[in-house]
């Protein structure tokens, strides 16, 4: 069962208790994303999620990394274009530890001014061994295009420029105004009980400096570009992404609906692009496709990718199935049915892992306020079924908006074929770059 607790200062717990599990999960979540950032703050969040592990008021950084080490335990953090998490996982006896230590480094960390310095240097390499990888390259290329201009577009680490210029001063007033106790969503999955983790977060919130954040402004949903687009780069392929925008709003039925949709059509080793596009055509290694759903906006993705003499096909092959899914061959029962199944498997190997109940909690109550128990999200699952599918299938595969960006060694057939989606009352033509 999952509790729903109120804390001090502003703050709520998630709470599920799960017997015979021997591990403990525990997550501080923060609503405060890229997205949030003003022109002079872009990066803070990510930097921020840094220098939590820096040293805090009671621990130095050698001192927070043996103590989660010391217990076998797991002590990591990210940033999101909406939200920053830290988090830990422990054998279940030292969940006191876990809970401690998350704490200490929201509340308490001091940002000592040599380790700003000193990870400045380490988020510039982490920025440059992005540009070094063709996949996250292109991603942020394609999110560029289709949001112009929206926060959601922006590199969530920042530039190196960005991170460069960024103050100490900055980074502690973005932290005191925008990452208070009353923002503060704890999540957490172990055998404890709701109450024993409430009773020590209380006393641990109380000590907390920061006073009440900032509010946050209300997003809309961001303008989609239909497109067609490429960047060249001096790579061995080139990568194919094809974009639909999901509309909010989105019900929590929804997710386990496009779940089902996406896994028959593009996320499994069973789906439709992979056994065309890889099994029976051999155009590439990998092929996938994956969605977002948020609470302004969504995404479906697809993407792959192979070498430049084979690209053209590529294109053809994928663009092709995307526009068979509708009325031509839409999903049949027994894809529909596979998928479902194929859910609840992966869903029940999942439950085994305490991180994985911690940050279900979180994700759902980020998307919709509702945040139902284990049993209740398997009958969601279980009640998906084609007729829900095939409506949703129209929802997003019939919408006259679509981007597709490529990136990479580029030929003269694959601008061409690039080229010559643009007539199709999809895109909106743009110039090849």
């Avoid at 999960?25 to 840094?50: D, K, N, Q, T």
């Amino acid at each position: 069962m999952v509790e729903a607790i109120t804390l001090p200062r502003g703050a709520s717990l998630l709470a599920e208790r799960v017997e015979g599990l021997r591990s403990f999960s525990a997550g501080f979540w923060f609503p405060v994303g890229s997205r949030h950032e003003a022109p002079r703050e872009r990066g803070f969040v990510h930097f921020i999620e840094h220098l939590f592990f820096k040293g805090t008021e009671s621990r130095s950084a050698l001192d927070i990394a043996r103590a989660v080490d010391r217990v076998g335990g797991y002590l990591n953090a990210f940033t999101e274009r909406d939200t920053l998490c830290v988090h830990c996982t422990v054998p279940a006896r030292h969940w006191r530890l876990a809970i401690d230590i998350l704490a200490d480094l929201c509340f308490r960390s001091t940002f000592p001014a040599e380790e700003v310095e000193r990870e400045r240097e380490v988020i510039v390499s982490e920025i440059l061994a992005s540009l070094d990888d063709p996949e996250e390259t292109a991603h942020d290329l394609l999110l560029e295009r289709i949001w112009p201009g929206d926060p959601l577009a922006r590199p969530i680490a920042g530039t190196e420029d960005e991170v460069r210029s960024a103050l100490r001063a900055g980074l502690v007033s973005f932290r005191e105004s925008m990452l208070g106790p009353d923002r503060l969503v704890v999540t957490a999955a172990g055998p404890i009980e709701g109450a024993d983790i409430a009773g020590a977060l209380e006393t641990l919130l109380v000590r907390a400096k920061q006073g009440r954040s900032k509010s946050l402004p209300a997003f809309v949903e961001p303008t989609f570009v239909a497109s067609v687009g490429e960047a060249q780069a001096r790579l061995s392929q080139s990568y194919l992404f094809v974009a639909i925008p999901l509309h909010p709003p989105f019900a929590s039925e929804d997710f386990y609906v496009m779940s089902a949709l996406n896994g028959a059509f593009g996320e499994s080793m069973s789906s439709r692009l992979f056994q065309k596009l890889r099994e029976r055509e051999g155009l590439c290694y990998s092929v996938a496709s994956g969605f977002t759903m948020g609470r302004s906006e969504g995404l479906w993705v697809a993407q792959a990718s192979s070498s430049a003499r084979l690209f053209p096909a590529l294109i053809e092959s994928m663009l092709g199935e995307i526009a068979a899914l509708g009325a031509a061959r839409p999903l049949s029962e027994e894809e529909v049915s596979e998928s479902i199944s194929r859910l609840e498997g992966s869903y029940d190997l999942a439950l085994e892992d305490s991180e994985f109940r911690m940050k279900r909690l979180a994700r759902q109550a980020m998307l919709t306020d509702e945040v139902l128990d284990v049993e209740e999200t398997r009958e969601r699952i279980l009640a998906v079924d084609a007729g829900a599918v095939a409506a949703m299938t129209d929802r997003v595969f019939a919408s006259a908006s679509m981007a597709v960006f490529a990136y990479g060694n580029m030929g003269s057939r694959s601008r061409k074929a690039l080229a010559s989606l643009s007539a199709s009352t999809r895109f909106r033509a743009v110039p090849l770059a």
